[in-house]
């Protein structure tokens, strides 16, 4: 006999314990939302990112309308970034992360034509197409970029040359993170997306690339911090006792009072 576990019942059965909002969602409204997403699915897109979206959905306590429109949308997305590999990497695999990945940066305002434009100029003369995960995961940091309001040229322009030098795909995300993280500085001239293409060509690294805003501890002299250890001023030599004077051998001591007396 075949028993069916809930999706509910199998979180608590693992020691997970749900959301109280996600655990107030009736399996119906789930179940339908997946019956959906294996619909959608059914084109070609991957299934995995999608049921995970209803679940985050249903997590957040989302109107089951509200989070179909969304995988909806999500659908598309991944579709066009499957397509996109497609075109870009005609012989490669497209791993499902790769296509997801690069569906985000679509569904985070990326353009197709930007895109295409940043796989362009990501190719170097004479070498094979960067891979897919490199291409998602700049397109994904280019997503930062436009949501700090920065030229979206420009911002190709860095995250290409980010590959170029050969920055890997983690590189890539936290670059438009600290992009976005400093958007005030950009916005108000004191940085530009250029210097940094500048100082990625000359080959700095991410670590090396945002130095200059970062604070600097001022180094003062040891006897000014505070918990500093001061110098302690020697201890002077104990006075060392003076030598008794050798005894000569023809001088007798006098004998104590109260010693023997005279016969």
Do not use: Y
Request: glycine residues 8%; hydrophobic residues 40%; proline residues 10%.
């Amino acid at each position: 006999m075949v028993f069916r576990i809930s999706w509910l019942a199998a979180l608590v059965a693992i020691g997970i314990a749900p959301d109280p909002c996600f655990a107030q969602v009736p399996a119906s409204d789930r179940d339908a939302l997946v019956r959906v997403a294996h619909e959608l699915s059914a084109t070609g897109v991957p299934l995995a990112p999608l049921v995970s979206k209803v679940d985050e959905g249903l997590a957040k306590g989302a109107a089951p309308q509200r989070i179909e429109t969304v995988i909806r949308q999500m659908a598309t997305h991944l579709e066009t970034a499957d397509r996109l590999l497609r075109e870009t990497h005609p012989p490669a695999p497209r791993p499902e992360a790769d296509v997801t990945l690069l569906a985000e940066a679509l569904g985070g305002g990326v353009t197709l034509d930007e895109a295409r434009e940043l796989n362009r100029q990501t190719q170097a003369s004479g070498k094979p197409p960067v891979s897919t995960g490199l291409l998602a995961s700049a397109a994904k940091g280019l997503t930062f970029i436009k949501e700090a309001r920065l030229p979206a040229t420009d911002g190709i322009a860095v995250m290409a040359e980010g590959v170029r030098q050969g920055f890997r795909p983690l590189q890539l995300l936290d670059l438009g993170r600290e992009v976005k993280r400093r958007e005030a500085d950009f916005r108000a001239g004191r940085a530009t997306l250029r210097a940094v293409r500048d100082a990625i060509a000359r080959g700095e690294r991410l670590e090396q690339l945002f130095r200059d805003a970062r604070t600097e501890a001022v180094e003062r002299p040891a006897a000014t911090r505070p918990g500093a250890a001061t110098e302690r001023p020697q201890r002077p030599e104990a006075p060392q006792r003076p030598e008794p004077p050798p005894q000569r051998p023809d001088v007798q001591r006098p004998e104590r009072p109260g010693g023997a007396r005279p016969q």
